[in-house]
């Protein structure tokens, strides 16, 4: 089995066979149902999207607001490439293009992607830090590969991962997270970008959070940093808007009037793999009901759930958040999150309130989202839910 590149510092990359790496200079549509499926499918080929970044393995899946949150400005990231590099992975010439806080190693080829891309990594990983709670930036630049092709992932995920790699090569369309690295290929521009922001949060909470999220959270986080636009005056500056999302806003559409919603206790028990054996639309019901999930939790009833939700996050990434599953449900609760996270109603611990009591304003919630003439708002990157006096 080859090293695995992810794992070794850029100068051992021109020892490896295959992979070569030269300095040159210093430099001062949305997902359609094929992607989202695909991006779905890598959590529901592996047992679960860890963001343990101690774990062996810890894989992750792969677009507004009511009175209480305001539109965020568009980012400011000013000159965020550090460096430009060559990078050769096998016989394809390549990037390694260095931002503060990530290392984007890539054989794709499209300018247009390649010019916005480091701007829209710097401007993501400012949106995870800043959106939800103040939390703290990398310690160090993550690694980043997005391919310029299918086959080349296929094979970097075949030394990334090793004997690890089966589950991840199922992956239709996309890519991963694991290890704390993202490993993605060129889908086209706006799914590749909207792939990235997904798949950024994972590796972002791989990174830097000490104790994991239940899974219902990490992937509801994940889809609510999806959404974005560019903003008009250049097109080159990422605005993300959480309400941006409308293959999330169409899904829970069909799920709401086709009465395929899943209560709050169901989507606590269920981990996306579970869903995959059910076939049909299960999986994309999911993550359409987790980013509404994490929509309510911000901004339901007047912000009411904001508080104890960004309390809980922040544990996580604290290393507090066993210790409170622990003194909350016993010892052999904050096991099985350890082991599952899911399962356990972690939320009621800061809420006070048991998650299945809060279903009938959840599933409130999804119907006003999706009321005839909401998609108007969506489009805007806007709440369509009407804003309290």
């Known amino acids: 089995m080859l090293p695995t590149p992810l794992e070794l510092p850029s100068r051992t990359f021109s020892k490896m066979p295959g992979l070569r790496l030269v300095k040159l200079s210093d430099a001062g549509r949305g997902l359609t ?119 080349q992932w296929e094979r970097l995920t075949l030394r990334v991962m090793g004997s690890d790699a089966d589950p991840y090569l199922q992956i239709a369309r996309g890519g991963f997270a694991a290890r704390g690295k993202a490993v993605l290929w060129d889908i086209g521009r706006r799914d590749t970008f909207t792939i990235t922001a997904h798949e950024g949060w994972h590796q972002y909470t791989q990174n830097n959070f000490e104790d994991p999220l239940p899974i219902v959270y990490e992937e509801g986080i994940a889809t609510y940093m999806e959404g974005f636009r560019w903003t008009t005056s250049d097109r080159t500056t990422p605005q993300f808007l959480p309400w941006a999302n409308w293959e999330r806003f169409g899904q829970l559409r069909e799920a709401v009037a086709e009465d395929r919603t899943l209560s709050l206790g169901e989507l606590l028990r269920e981990a996306p793999q579970d869903l995959m054996s059910r076939g049909g639309d299960s999986p994309l019901d999911y993550y359409a009901q987790v980013w509404a999930l994490t929509l309510f939790l911000m901004e339901g009833d007047d912000g009411a759930y904001r508080e104890p939700f960004v309390e809980m996050f922040k544990d996580a990434q604290a290393g507090t958040l066993r210790a409170k599953i622990r003194d909350k449900f016993g010892g052999r609760s904050a096991s099985i999150h350890a082991m599952r996270r899911r399962g356990i109603d972690v939320l009621s611990a800061y809420t006070g309130i048991p998650t299945e009591t809060l279903n009938d304003k959840y599933q409130a919630f999804m119907k006003e989202t999706v009321r005839t003439g909401a998609g108007q708002a969506i489009s805007r990157g806007e709440s369509p839910h009407a804003k309290s006096p």
């Open 33 to 151: 149902r094929l992607a989202i499926a695909a991006i779905a499918g890598l959590a529901l080929t592996i047992a679960s999207c860890s963001s343990d970044s101690r774990s062996t393995t810890s894989p992750a899946m792969t677009s507004g607001a009511m009175g209480l949150v305001t539109e965020p400005a568009p980012v400011e990231t000013a000159a965020p490439i550090i460096t430009t590099e060559a990078w050769t992975f096998e016989t394809t010439a390549g990037k390694l293009i260095s931002t503060t806080n990530y290392r984007i190693y890539t054989t794709a080829t499209s300018e247009a992607m390649l010019t916005r891309l480091p701007t829209f990594a710097e401007a993501a990983l400012k949106h995870y830090t800043s959106v939800l709670a103040p939390l703290p930036a990398p310690d160090a630049p993550m690694d980043t590969f997005i391919m310029g092709n299918r086959p």
